[in-house]
Nanobody, 124 residues
Framework: QVQLVESGGGLVQPGGSLRLSCVAS????????MGWYRQAPGKQRELVAT???????NYIDSVKGRFTISGDNAKNTVYLQMNNLKPEDTALYYC??????????????????WGQGTRVTVSS
């Protein structure tokens, strides 16, 4: 059974920083990519940033230059360093893992997984 556990959310003033972490646990053979989505109240969930295990990263335009995604493949962990936070960054942030391969009944199976979310509030 694979689980994604996020940490690092909280309340921060505009211009402040937070670092989110997400660990994928379980019997994992490989992961294609991990990333972060967010959902603000009354809005649809949106992709914030992703990174493949080969190191290719992508960001939405609104966070470029402020957020940095990184990963530790040996620890099945992804991080999101968020600097110069703005009130519009307030949301529930979800960790996402793309194509985690695990062994099931002697075969490799692939599934996507979501974390439970960690809340980020940017307010003075």
């Amino acid at each position: 059974q694979v689980q994604l556990v996020e940490s690092g959310g909280g309340l921060v003033q505009p211009g402040g920083s937070l670092r989110l972490s997400c660990v994928a646990s379980g019997t994992i053979f490989s992961i294609f990519a991990m990333g972060w989505y967010r959902q603000a109240p009354g809005k649809q969930r949106e992709l914030v940033a992703t990174i493949t295990t080969s190191g290719t990263s992508n960001y939405i335009d609104s966070v470029k230059g402020r957020f940095t995604i990184s990963g530790d493949n040996a620890k099945n962990t992804v991080y999101l360093q968020m600097n110069n936070l703005k009130p519009e960054d307030t949301a529930l942030y979800y960790c996402y893992a793309d194509r985690i391969q695990t062994f099931w009944a002697g075969k490799l199976v692939s599934s996507d997984y979501w974390g439970q979310g960690t809340r980020v509030t940017v307010s003075s």
